[in-house]
């Protein structure tokens, strides 16, 4: 099965009416997914930026910054449809795209200051890492200063067969023998038991 359809079917499954947003984008509550939102952005200057969010499901990450930041400029992209139209209904200020950015992307060298993706990286698509390489590689050509995400971490006390889990030592490993030009990899810790945020800088 390919990677585009791994994912639909992961989230078709959660697409029932009336539930909260965090269900349809599979967190297990939407505190989780606030924590993984705050750590996302940890001490980072948007001020003036202009952000691209992958994989912005209804568009939470965009609420979250709207209640904390001011003077940004956002673009959302999923290849989800029905999340696109839910992100898109909610009147909010950015731009929502419906897009395989992995299969053509869309976007000019360094187009964005900031890159976030949150929850990218989860599903176990059975080629986790290259897939993480190659998104990496590709984010880096998009984004001019910084690139966010998180992972579930192999510590994890619940892990399932559908997840990809991995350890800050090893992503940090597989990025600086392919991305030798980051400036600096922070790892971020503690803050859930299943996951931890990377942070890299050009």
Known sequence: MKKIEIIKDYYMQNNQ?????????????????????????????????????????TGNFLQYLEQGFSDFSY?????????????????????????DIFKENPFSHNEFDVIFASGTFNINLGNNKKFLVDALRLFSYISKEIISFNLLDEKSPNRENNYFYSSPEEICDLINNNFPD???IKVIEGYLQNDFTVVCYK
């Open 17 to 57: 009416k009336n539930k909260p947003d965090y269900f349809l984008l599979g967190w297990e509550s939407e505190d989780a997914q606030r924590q993984r939102f705050e750590v996302l952005v940890n001490n980072l200057d948007l001020h003036g930026k202009k952000i691209l969010d992958i994989g912005c499901g």
């Open 75 to 99: 673009t959302g992209v999923d290849i989800l449809e029905h999340m696109i139209t839910k992100a898109k209904a909610k009147k909010l200020k950015g731009t929502f795209l419906c897009t």
């Open 182 to 184: 980051f400036f600096k």
